[in-house]
């Protein structure tokens, strides 16, 4: 097997050199990001001890372990022996012998991908070692028997974070592909990569806030949220987007999309290849689209409730008054999903039913299982962010952005850092990456309400759990069709959560759909990619794992699938399309509109 060659003699020394070299123009780097940050006033916040709450988490652990000594040395030994099976397995490898490896990476494991790691006999031996090391240490969070499966499920979640920062993939002496370039380029990548990184402290005030694409490749209205709209309706909280028709004549119903608001709604219509927005248009949908404002402490005291009656509510009287429709079908996506069956169940107490069938993408509606999400939920860390967000009258969205991050470190911190920092490359310009950096403010009132109320207390399924408009509602009298679309590996609102939701609402139109992927490239799936697939089950069993055993595969992207369920309850008839400004509501600027294009400083 041939083997990429470990630097020799004289690339060593000239390695020292170059080194040398770094450490002298870097200096300089530093000394001008101090001047500035002193300038500006900028400084790192001070932080609080233990803000994640782990030291009892833990302490509990620790306290498991000492009462189970035997399985502690059964787990060293074990190590020990896949220690020495590596040794022997490197020795033979010396040798000329050819060797299984004692440990591989998981599946899609990228970090490991350069050749060097495997055909390198120091590299594959790091490589191997590391993951012997991480094995072992995940591993042991289990050896904590009887510990409170909160606290295991935060120690499993943090063990991972600190097993996936320590990869040598993330240091340039022990990632083959960064010690070639720094020889190759004479460390000016490593010189690239420290003001790289200095330039993301100095966006993020003294917080590191990874460059994740070319934020000048993008512009909404210019090359992404391209699909032709205008602003009919605006509010403190919202405008509504009505999108110039495609097809000459569109269904009867108008069509409804409430996306989050910790998110912006361009994630569905970024550039006209993965644009759902633009899709739903040609199949002849009049689309109303609700974008957020983007909130700053002046809406600090803005609760669920008034984004209820200032979101879909109000969007349901500025759709009939523009159309002359009063029903519609509805999206919600994630949050705005979350927000809009609570709609439905205040309107269904209230004897609205203007909304006749809803879609529900990647919605969480029985939070007793979050996925990692519960490990930033517990009583000490959502004091901590409310005693934050009182301070500020809002959450800032970066901060959601680190959380988000974190639930898939390797590919949105780790694989930047290797970039950006050791490479000293620039980020690809990438549509979806720019979405996600384009971040989002919370109101304290609401997010506080909607942490509490929904992932601590999961208070959305009990009937009359949760009051809004001074109305109890009851999610069990939700009668209206409805479609679930959620995807395999969501990490923020995983399918087996999702599907618990099936088992709430009322009524005999269910549909549940689970799509390939994750928690946005499932969703954004065009069907001209052809990618994924989707499995369907005309049976809605009690358990998640009963659906998918029973589950029918079909290739390909379920938008289509879609379309025909939503058709089946939008009116029966075409009618002439409709145009911006046709009816009672008069336009009030070019979309995409004002509202997103607010940004966090």
């Not at 995409?592 to 294009?597: H, L, M």
């Amino acid at each position: 097997m041939s083997q990429t060659p470990l630097p020799n003699e004289r690339q060593q020394e000239e390695l020292t050199v170059i080194m040398g070299e770094i450490a002298e123009k870097s200096q300089k780097l530093v000394q001008d990001f101090i001047e500035r940050q002193h300038k500006s006033g900028g400084a790192m916040l001070a932080a609080k001890p233990d803000p994640l709450n782990l030291s009892q988490a833990y302490m509990e652990y620790t306290t498991r372990l000492f009462t189970n000594p035997m399985q502690v040395m059964q787990s060293q030994f074990d190590l020990w022996q896949d220690y020495i099976r590596l040794w022997q397995s490197t020795t033979r490898r010396m040798l000329g012998h050819e060797v299984d490896p004692v440990v591989v990476p998981e599946r899609g494991d990228r970090r490991f991908k350069d050749p060097a790691w495997s055909e390198n006999l120091l590299f594959d031996y790091i490589k191997q070692s590391y993951l012997l090391a991480a094995r072992y240490l995940v591993d042991s969070v289990e050896l904590g028997d009887g510990i409170d499966p909160k606290s295991k499920h935060k120690l499993d979640f943090y063990t991972r974070q600190f097993v996936d920062a320590m990869a040598p993939s993330n240091f340039a002496l022990t990632n083959p592909e960064v010690l070639k370039t720094t020889i190759d380029t004479r460390g000016e990548n490593l010189l690239r990569g420290l003001k790289n990184m200095l330039d993301d402290l100095e966006r993020g005030r003294g917080k590191l806030n990874i460059k994740m694409t070319d934020y000048d490749a993008f512009e909404l209205g210019r090359n992404i949220g391209t699909t032709p709209c205008k602003v009919v309706y605006q509010n403190e909280l919202m405008q509504l987007l009505h999108y110039e028709p495609m097809t000459e004549q569109q269904h009867k119903t108008p069509l409804l999309i409430v996306p989050p608001w910790i998110n912006k709604f361009y994630i569905l219509d970024l550039q006209a290849k993965n644009s759902f927005i633009r899709f739903a248009v040609e199949q002849g949908y009049t689309v109303f689209v609700i974008s957020w404002v983007n909130p700053d402490e002046r809406y600090a005291n803005k609760s669920f409730e008034d984004y209820m009656k200032a979101g879909p509510l109000e969007a349901l009287d500025a759709v009939e008054r523009t159309t002359g429709e009063r029903q519609v079908t509805a999206i919600g996506y994630c949050l705005g999903g979350t927000l809009t069956e609570a709609t439905l169940a205040y309107m269904k107490a209230k004897g609205d039913d203007r909304i006749k069938a809803l879609t529900l993408f990647t919605t969480m509606t029985d939070f007793s299982d979050a996925g990692d999400l519960g490990v930033f939920i517990d009583e000490e860390q959502l004091a901590s962010i409310e005693d934050m967000m009182t301070q500020r009258g809002y959450l800032d969205g970066r901060e959601m952005a680190t959380t988000f991050n974190m639930l898939r470190a390797n590919d949105l911190i780790w694989s930047f850092v290797v970039n950006n920092y050791l490479l000293g490359k620039e980020p690809f310009p990438f549509d979806l990456l720019y979405w996600n950096s384009d971040s989002t403010r919370m109101p304290a009132a609401m997010h506080s309400f909607y942490l509490r109320k929904c992932y601590q207390e999961n208070k959305l399924v009990e009937p009359g759990g949760i009051t809004l408009g001074g109305v109890p509602i009851d999610l069990r009298k939700v009668d209206v069709p409805v479609y679930w679309l959620s995807t395999r590996e969501d990490h923020i609102a995983p399918w087996t959560a999702t599907y618990a939701g099936t088992q709430v609402l009322g009524g005999d139109q269910k549909t549940f759909v689970l799509a390939g992927s994750g928690h946005i490239a499932g969703v954004v799936n065009p069907p001209a990619a052809g990618k994924y697939g989707f499995w369907t089950n005309d049976e809605l069993p009690p358990t998640p794992d009963e659906f998918l055993e029973g589950a029918e595969h079909q290739p390909g992207s379920w938008w289509e699938h879609w379309s025909a369920w939503n058709a089946a309850f939008s009116g029966g008839e075409m009618v002439p399309a409709r145009h911006p400004g046709d009816g009672a509501l008069d336009v009030l600027e070019d979309g995409p509109g004002s509202y997103v294009k607010m940004k966090v400083a």
